[in-house]
């Protein structure tokens, strides 16, 4: 017997015991506290109390390590979590995951999965579909921060060919992208991460909706330009992380078309929209785009750590991230199958798309759709309690995000609503400023949250601004 692979009715045991603790977490995820307690000597001393002793027979250790992940954790699968975009997972997506960690797909070279890669090629497909591509290609990838670090790549490769080689040191001049203030920081990252450094995003102002300025856009390209600047790529947000605003993506892309730039739409929460047969008329104009960032992990309930990356160009991602290394497996050019590693930023990494795919087995597209319509559902209708109850809804989002504020408040009466909420252990919120003014955000993440939990958090904001006097 292998020591790491345990005896069979040890195995038996184990899978037993953590499916109850599974089952138990997955039917009363409520009775669980939101929050945790954030005391972090007291965490530590979990840690080095049971680590530091002698080893323990396994049910002590699947409760320790359970118990740590359902206490000392904000429980993203809460139905009263109401954040930033994080869902609870899809069950079959967990079992995809159990299931790929037992047999360990390397998804570098395409020859070692054919079945993980046909999935994950068969995904883009049908998603690049629903988007309006005609044509399409795109890379499974951690979040929407590595699909957007891969966009700026693309667009670099596609506007300078020479960065290939000689990097940013072989252009004349400095290229510049454009987006607006309300764009995720991953960008900016993305910026720094590619050697173009912060100073080459170009913000834009927004108007009153919270959406990119159109005019102000096509200005100050063309101010750049005068002043010896190389636009190269515009980026649009399709759900900005704080207000949900949706940028006006049929006239960006008319600008970026017009200043030949690169037009990438940042859908990492909204572009899910796309999967609604109604809904996603509200992404208009995404098909123009050239590329796409969708993350599988947020609305579409995957585990963490699921991203996309799609693009309307065929070759652009192997000519972006083709390497030939003499030790990877060659069998993927003999057949009409790109390796995965000379086709994205990562090299060895697992397979994702099962996460999705077995999702889809079991409630197919419809059941995205349908759960898409619930997240809305519920948006609307915690909407209407809250102006019912006097609040006022601060942003106008088509998401099902929510920012508002009492109008009598003051700030520091704001925050300790906040803070009543937050101590209370039974929902979690965030607070987020929309023109200098602070808010509470309240994001409908979750498929399981029902009326019930809508109607019991407007309960304890009341709850929270009775206990202000
Ligand atoms: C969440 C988010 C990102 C970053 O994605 P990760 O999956 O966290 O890496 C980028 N853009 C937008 C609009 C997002 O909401």
Redesign the pocket.
Known sequence: MALFDLRAEDRKDIVKHTADLLEDYYKNTKKRDVTPDLDIQNVRQYISDFAGGPIQESKNIINHVFGGLERHAVQIAHPSYFGL?NPRPAFPGIMADFMTATTNPQMAAWSHNPFTFAVEEYLIKELGQRFGYQQVDGAFC?????A?QTAVLCALNHTFPEYLMSGLRGLDKQPVLYCSSET?H?IAKAARMCGLGLEAVRHVKQNEQLQIDVEELDKMIEEDQLNGLVPFMLIA?A???GPGSIDPLEEMGEIAKKHKLWYHV?G??GGALALHSEKKSILAGIEKSDSI?I?I??WLAAPMGT?TFLTSHQDILSSTFRITADYMPKEGSEFDAEDPYTHSIQWSRRSLGLRMYMSLLFFGWEGYEQTIQHHMNMGQMMKDLLIEQGWTIMNDSLLPILCFKFDTHTEDELRNIYDYILKSKKAWISLYPINGEWTLRACITNYATSELEIKEFVELLNEARRSLS
Not at 142 to 146: D, L
């Open positions: 975009f951690s979040g929407g921060a590595e957007n995720h991953s947000t759900g900005t992380t940042d990492a929460f960032t993350d992990h947020k991203g």
